[in-house]
Structure formats: C-alpha cells, structure tokens
C-alpha cells in the first residue's frame, strides 16, 4: 500500500504560479503510472497531465503549455508546475500513482482557487 501525500495548493491570481508536489510513502521507482487530475463541483474527475512508463507524458489540451509534471524519483515525490494560472483551472487537484494503469492510488486532494 502506497499512500500519497499532495500539498502546495492555495489561491492565487490569474497569471501566477504554482507547483504541487505528491509525496508517495514509498518508492516510485516502479511505478509506471504518475498523473495529476482535477475535479470541480459536479463534474468528473480529469486528467491534467500524466507520465507513463516513465517517458512519455500527456496532458489536457487547456494546459499545454502552461503546467508541466516531472517526478523527483530520489524523493519519492511527483511534482506539477502550473503556470499562467486561470480561473478556470480552480479545482481540487489529485495525484494518481501506481504501477500499471488497473491498479493506482489517490491522494486526498489539494484545493487550487484561481482569483481574477
């Protein structure tokens, strides 16, 4: 069992930055599967950005090239650089590790509030 701690959510004004990290209780080294999602009130859950296999990453068409997620593998730690922040980028973000993409686990979530 990996548990995932995420943090450095906040607010923030439209066009500021922030990084999130997600602190894994154990190693990350064999996972395969590292990904940020968002949700907001009565919506699903959405992937923002994603690493898989530990090379190639995707992510969602509204935050090309605004957010960026890289990994710390020494920390154990998976990171996502949001820049040029929105306000429609408000949401609880969650971290979604695991080793293959039928079996992952959730953080909590950290809520990310975008002024205008």
């Known amino acids: 069992q990996v548990q995932l701690v995420e943090s450095g959510g906040g607010l923030v004004q439209a066009g500021g930055s922030l990084r999130l990290s997600c602190a894994a209780s154990?190693?990350?080294?064999?996972?395969?599967?590292m990904a940020w999602y968002r949700q907001t009130p009565g919506k699903q859950r959405e992937l923002v950005a994603g690493?898989?296999?530990?090379?190639?990453?995707n992510y969602a068409d509204s935050v090309k090239g605004r957010f960026t997620i890289f990994t710390d593998i020494a920390k154990n730690t998976v990171y996502l650089q949001m820049n040029s922040l929105k306000p429609e980028d408000t949401a609880v973000y969650y971290c979604?590790?695991?080793?293959?993409?039928?079996?992952?686990?959730w953080g909590q979530g950290t809520q990310v509030t975008v002024s205008s």
């Open positions: 979604n590790v695991g080793p293959t993409l039928l079996y992952t686990y």
């Open positions: 690493i898989l296999s530990g090379s190639s990453t």
């Open positions: 154990g190693s990350i080294a064999s996972m395969h599967v």
